[in-house]
């Protein structure tokens, strides 16, 4: 049986990390459950030119954002864990506040309270000391802040080199295997 796994897609700038991520799970053994926030729909129109039936076809199930009855709002729904990519900061509100007012935020207040792994993509920029706190208080609660920073040392060439980088680090803290960027081998070392 394949692992599952929880991907929240928010209405942050970014959500190009959410569908890449579900490009790159499908060689993946992994049951990939879908959330998509209604902004989120919106910015994959926007900045994609995706629509959610188009996104929904890399997932195995794919979730209402209002629907706080589904399987994946109970901590008896095993998952590996989950990935919230891109988070906005509104969602990071409500995770950091146990405030479960939709899907996305339910399933992550789950994976924290059954202590599973959790990954919060938080795109927003510049932050201020409100932001700060709050990924303090999700960090404080088990969550992974990671968000989407680039590096340089494997010189990417293409938009997707700076998805996958960002991408691998997420797998590698879900220690799903990937070879998706150039590890760092030392300055001289080639």
Same mark, same amino acid.
């Given at each position: 049986?394949?692992?599952?796994?929880?991907?929240?897609?928010?209405?942050?700038?970014?959500? %190009?990390?959410?569908?890449?991520?579900?490009?790159? !799970?499908?060689? $993946?053994?992994?049951?990939? +459950?879908?959330?998509?926030? =209604?902004?989120?729909?919106?910015?994959?129109?926007?900045?994609?030119?995706?629509?959610?039936?188009?996104?929904?076809?890399?997932?195995?199930?794919?979730? /209402?954002?209002?629907?706080?009855?589904?399987?994946?709002? *109970?901590?008896?729904?095993?998952? =590996?864990?989950?990935?919230? %990519?891109?988070?906005?900061?509104?969602?990071?509100?409500?995770?950091?506040?146990?405030? *479960?007012?939709?899907?996305?935020?339910?399933?992550?207040?789950?994976? @924290?309270?059954? $202590?599973?792994?959790?990954?919060?993509?938080?795109? =927003?920029?510049?932050? +201020?000391?409100?932001?700060?706190?709050?990924?303090?208080?999700?960090?404080?609660?088990?969550? +992974?802040? @990671?968000?989407?920073?680039?590096?340089?040392? +494997?010189?990417?060439?293409?938009?997707? /080199? #700076? !998805? /996958?980088?960002? %991408?691998?680090? #997420?797998?590698?803290?879900?220690? #799903?295997?990937?070879?998706?960027? $150039?590890?760092?081998?030392? =300055?001289?070392?080639?």
């Amino acid at each position: 049986m394949a692992k599952r796994i929880v991907i929240g897609i928010a209405g942050a700038s970014g959500v %190009i990390y959410g569908v890449r991520m579900l490009q790159l !799970l499908q060689s $993946k053994d992994y049951e990939i +459950h879908l959330i998509v926030s =209604e902004a989120g729909v919106k910015n994959l129109a926007i900045e994609t030119g995706f629509d959610l039936d188009q996104v929904g076809t890399l997932a195995d199930h794919v979730y /209402d954002n209002r629907d706080m009855a589904a399987s994946l709002a *109970s901590g008896s729904f095993l998952t =590996e864990g989950m990935v919230v %990519i891109p988070c906005t900061i509104k969602t990071l509100s409500g995770i950091a506040n146990s405030y *479960s007012n939709n899907l996305i935020v339910r399933a992550a207040d789950v994976t @924290l309270k059954e $202590k599973r792994k959790l990954v919060l993509v938080v795109r =927003e920029t510049p932050l +201020h000391k409100g932001h700060l706190r709050l990924m303090t208080m999700a960090a404080d609660m088990g969550a +992974h802040i @990671l968000p989407p920073v680039p590096s340089f040392y +494997h010189k990417p060439e293409t938009i997707e /080199d #700076i !998805l /996958d980088q960002t %991408i691998g680090k #997420i797998f590698d803290y879900l220690s #799903i295997e990937h070879n998706l960027f $150039k590890r760092w081998q030392g =300055e001289g070392e080639r």
